[in-house]
Nanobody
Framework: QVQLVESGGGLVQAGGSLRLSCEAS????????MAWFRQAPGKEREFVAA????????YYSDSAEGRFTISRDNAKNTVNLQMNSLKPEDSAVYYC?????????????????????WGQGTQVTVSS
């Protein structure tokens, strides 16, 4: 059983930056693919970014590509999401997710149902 705890959310002006962190416990972190999703009020949870178990491969949604960077530190059991050039439409609750996978290639898991473990979320609000 893997427990995930997100942190780093907050209020920021448009054009600003935030760094989200997710700390994992209770499992072998390095054997899990990790991802960030977000959910705005009244909308479905959507994929933002994913990273393979080794950190060697990453994948982004179209909206995140070029502005967000996902990274992980397997020694510290953490995965991060650096968000730059934030826009009001980035406002949402951001969730960290994990699934057991040591696959390393060009396929990434981007659907909610493909992830087993979820954090409680951290609120990101971008003001215009």
């Amino acid at each position: 059983q893997v427990q995930l705890v997100e942190s780093g959310g907050g209020l920021v002006q448009a054009g600003g930056s935030l760094r989200l962190s997710c700390e994992a416990s209770g499992g072998t972190f390095s054997m899990h693919a990790m991802a960030w999703f977000r959910q705005a009020p009244g909308k479905e949870r959507e994929f933002v970014a994913a990273i393979s178990w080794s950190g060697g491969n990453t994948y982004y949604s179209d909206s995140a590509e070029g502005r967000f960077t996902i990274s992980r530190d397997n020694a510290k059991n953490t995965v991060n999401l650096q968000m730059n050039s934030l826009k009001p439409e980035d406002s949402a609750v951001y969730y960290c997710a994990a699934r057991r996978s040591i696959y390393e290639g060009d396929h990434f898991y981007t659907a909610v149902y493909e992830y087993t473990y979820w954090g409680q979320g951290t609120q990101v609000t971008v003001s215009s």
